[in-house]
């Protein structure tokens, strides 16, 4: 069983930051492909950036230049840097593990395992 703890998640107005972490306690941790997905009120899980276990990261689009993610293999910790935050990042945010070193793609349904998510909330 692996579990996934995320923190960090808040209330912030727009043009904040905030940093949002993943812990787990799988001993392989670093073997594997994590993600981070937003699920917003009304709309469907969507993939905010997928990271390799080599640190290989791919970005959506909408948070290209303004988030930034990295992992702490030594830590078993994904971390999630937010910078310029707009009322449209505003969703639960979600980490996730896939059971591949590389990524699956942006398909929620393609990773295995998640946490129970941390709400990040955008005021204008």
């Known amino acids: 069983q692996v579990h996934l703890v995320e923190s960090g998640g808040d209330s912030v107005q727009a043009g904040g930051s905030l940093r949002l972490s993943c812990a787990t306690i799988?001993?392989?941790?670093?073997?594997?492909?994590m993600a981070w997905f937003r699920q917003a009120p009304g709309r469907e899980r969507e993939s905010v950036v997928t990271?390799?276990?080599?640190?290989?990261?791919t970005y959506a689009d909408s948070v290209k230049g303004r988030f930034t993610a990295s992992r702490d293999n030594s830590q078993s910790t994904l971390y999630l840097q937010m910078n310029s935050l707009k009322p449209e990042d505003t969703a639960m945010y979600y980490c996730?593990?896939?059971?591949?070193?590389?990524?699956?793609?942006?398909?929620?349904?393609?990773?295995?395992?998640w946490g129970q998510g941390t709400q990040v909330t955008v005021s204008s």
């Open positions: 996730a593990m896939a059971g591949t070193s590389f990524c699956p793609g942006v398909d929620p349904n393609t990773y295995a395992y």
């Open positions: 799988r001993n392989m941790y670093g073997r594997y492909c």
């Open positions: 990271i390799t276990s080599a640190s290989m990261t």
